[in-house]
């Protein structure tokens, strides 16, 4: 990484939510020279002396809102369905100036409440990053090494609220780029929501038609494809729920793509097959990173 | 590996077909005592002469007929339409007491067709191993390190050919299972060919519905649930055609799971959208294998 020379800092830092990401935020700022102290808190407090063993934070506050009496960076990073009611509750407790962010796989409600609570301070986030095992456990420095960090200003957000919240972004390792809250959603839909929709759906699926005696025999194409089903499934529930229309629209045109090739193959339609199964191969393509380039965890 | 000690031998070894995984067998039997020569055959002489190059095989044949005329054990490594082919070319030229096997895709049709040209002297295999890039230049020694590698004898193949396939299997390093063709054919419906359907369609989807500009922004779900989908179109055409019946049954339980859960976020319906969930992540969990114990190939 290199040295931040803008001058800019990040300041007093206070992490709400001490799971993989707010851990590995964390452990990703330590020895940054940007950063001054790092307060953690969690509503578990065992999860907070986990965080604190681990060096992700510098010290405890006994509350969320005492955490970011002296901030002049929050992180909100506690499930999803947490986060509104987690900006509410430490509101009165924020000093004017500070910045506030959210690692949330939504960003279109997000937005709007938080405009709503709070005018300006907020802007949303997503880091694309993650892993199918969450977790203080599963917190690492470098989670977010190279991974794209999704912002999303709205009308009122100031200037200086998102060029702090990229400078945290980039101090972990991440690429901060700026999308619109509802775009925002629409991408992931398809991205992230619509590959966990089906990997839940095939392991589902082979374990209803496989019987125990063979399971052991799946190779890669069903490791991979199954992986995130692995992902703790209630956080998932309220991702899918909440991006209701985006997540459908997404499906329906993945359903329509079956439906073609269901037809090819019930007809034994080779040239037909052949060219669904080509157009896949290059729309695959058009997605093509480096492995070098990107970092290889999940969202 | 553990040294064979049952005495057996595989003998003098005629691979036909020098790709990733006809190239892969040759560098594993490299240095293992109970292999004889291995003669290795490929209509295209650019494939043979690398393969002669990266030590796969110990000669090249002029021809198939010619590779096979001493051999004790033959392996048919072509593209899955072309074994049958290969296996009336060579047949004339086969010793009597040799062990013909493949490494096709798909058993039943191939079994039974072998069992005309070949009474007793054929074993279906597959090895459950393999990449997304095919080619002898992806071969490598290690490709079937715990891999399971299905056998599927009839009523008609003679014990000790089954034997001398198991015997192949373990030498390179992989784990023979036997399997009734049909079963094989229904069970890599579920846990091979759909994920590659499905890595197609999320790929073409994706593509339909996100603009250049966010491609690269796409994480670990959406890079591993596309993966295959790298595959070469053109095989796998041949094998979703070929497999019609149970890869429709499968499409078939698998849609019928999407139709399920699109109800449920249709309805917001949170209950029976965790139950749906927590039903598939168990269903993933009853596949669990330690990363310890499997490669982390493709099939």
């Not at 955490?67 to 924020?94: G, N, Y």
């Not at 999704?150 to 690429?175: D, F, N």
């Not at 398809?190 to 496989?210: F, I, N, Q």
Request: with cysteine.
């Amino acid at each position: 990484l290199k040295p931040e020379t803008s001058g800019q800092t990040l300041g007093s830092i206070a992490i709400l939510g001490l799971g993989l990401i707010g851990g590995s935020v964390g452990l990703a700022l330590r020895g940054r020279n940007t950063a001054g102290a790092v307060v953690g808190w969690d509503p578990s407090t065992a999860n907070g002396r986990k965080a604190l063993d681990r060096g992700a934070v510098d010290s405890l506050a006994g509350s969320a809102q005492e955490a970011v009496t002296r901030a002049d960076l929050v992180l909100l990073s506690p499930p999803l369905p947490a986060t509104i009611p987690l900006l509410e509750a430490i509101c009165a407790a924020l000093p004017t100036t500070a910045t506030v962010t959210d690692v949330g796989s939504l960003k279109a409600a997000i937005s709007t409440e938080a405009d709503r609570i709070l005018p300006g301070q907020f802007v949303g986030g997503h880091p694309m990053a993650g892993s199918e095992t969450g977790g203080i456990e599963s917190s690492r420095p470098d989670l977010f090494l190279r991974a794209p960090w999704l912002l999303t200003p709205t009308g009122q957000t100031l200037p200086e609220i998102v060029r702090k919240a990229e400078l945290l972004a980039r101090e972990v390792g991440a690429r901060p780029r700026v999308c619109d809250p509802v775009e925002h959603d629409r991408i992931v839909a398809t991205l992230s929501h619509l590959p966990h929709l089906l990997a839940y759906g095939l392991a589902r699926t082979a374990a209803d038609l496989v019987s125990d005696e063979w399971r052991d025999i799946a190779a890669g194409s069903f490791r991979d494809g199954t992986r995130v089903a692995a992902s703790d499934p209630s956080l998932w529930n309220v991702v899918f729920r909440d991006n209701q229309e985006a997540l459908l629209t997404s499906l329906d045109r993945f359903e329509s793509w079956i439906a073609s090739i269901r037809q090819a193959i019930g007809d034994r339609d080779d040239e037909r097959l052949r060219d669904l199964l080509r157009s896949a191969h290059q729309a695959k393509a058009s997605f093509a990173v480096s492995p070098t380039e990107r970092n290889t965890t999940e969202d």
